[in-house]
């Protein structure tokens, strides 16, 4: 069996980000035309889809601030024009706050967090599901965080908004599954990219102590869990939370 992806758009917001490029290039490898999204690192974008071109796929660069309705349907209309209206969309764009103590959390923190995670989700959904539920097939994937179940000290505002993400789109899978339509969440642990290969730190023994595998998890362990999600081997598959951390957290029945 394989991941075929051919004859699919795809949209992957924060495509220009660390694990978006991945994700992004990862569906173009699998044979998905692919929109690249990006609020403020337009470079970094143009060269994740000068890499989808390379491959022989067609590929789009669009700016957007996800949490504002009015440009997430100016994304919408862009990406329709050019590619057509996505058949996956991968939510990967999340703005991060530093982190503390709820004490210490300034309050505004967590409106941006709501903002970046659950508005974010809601405004792509009312922008891109209409036309997968009329072609009835589409794929709608969050990428989540192991946070939203470990819950530790310093993390209160990122898993706020990511806790309140994971109920719209349990919601979200409910409501649109009979449209041929799953909506799952990947929710990687802490994850080695290229910035880690740059600097050296992909070793970190306090935090691999905690996982079953002993080791971080890559990028591209990540962009596999959304490319599986995003094909039809995956067809009967919604509403699921998945972690790919390694084991360092173990939903449970």
């Known amino acids: ?30 044979g998905a035309d692919v929109a690249v999204h990006y609020h403020s690192s337009r470079s970094q974008a143009e060269e994740v ?15 957007a601030d996800v949490s504002l309705e009015d440009d997430v349907q100016a994304m919408a209309a862009q990406v329709a ?11 990967c ?5 530093s982190w503390t103590s709820v004490l210490d959390q300034p309050a505004q923190d967590y409106q941006g967090q709501f903002d970046t995670c659950v508005m974010h989700n809601v405004l792509a959904a009312k922008a891109f599901v209409p036309a997968m539920a009329q072609r009835g097939w589409g794929r709608f994937i969050g990428i989540n965080t192991e946070c939203a179940m470990q819950c530790l000290p310093t993390q209160s505002a990122y898993v706020a908004g990511k806790r309140g993400m994971d109920g719209v789109l349990r919601v979200l899978a409910r409501e649109v599954g009979e449209h041929g339509i799953t909506v799952n969440q990947v929710a990687p642990g802490w994850t080695i990219s290229d910035n880690d290969r740059l600097r ?9 102590q905690h ?34 951390c390694g084991g360092y957290v173990m939903p449970a029945i």
Do not use: H, W
Request: glycine share 8%.
């Open 200 to 208: 050296g730190t992909e070793r970190q023994p306090e935090y691999e």
């Open 93 to 97: 764009a999340v703005r991060q706050y």
């Open 81 to 91: 024009a050019e590619l057509g209206m996505p058949d996956i969309v991968v939510t």
């Open 49 to 63: 889809a000068a890499a989808i071109r390379a491959l022989g796929r067609r590929a789009m660069t669009v700016q």
């Open 211 to 244: 996982t079953a595998l002993k080791r971080r998890g890559t990028d591209q362990e990540i962009a596999n869990a959304v490319a599986f999600l995003a094909s039809d081997l995956a067809a009967f598959i919604t509403g699921v939370y998945l972690p790919v």
């Open 1 to 30: 069996m394989q991941i075929d992806l051919n004859g699919k758009t795809a949209l992957v917001t924060g495509a220009a980000g660390q694990l978006g490029r991945v994700i992004a290039l990862t569906l173009a490898q699998c």
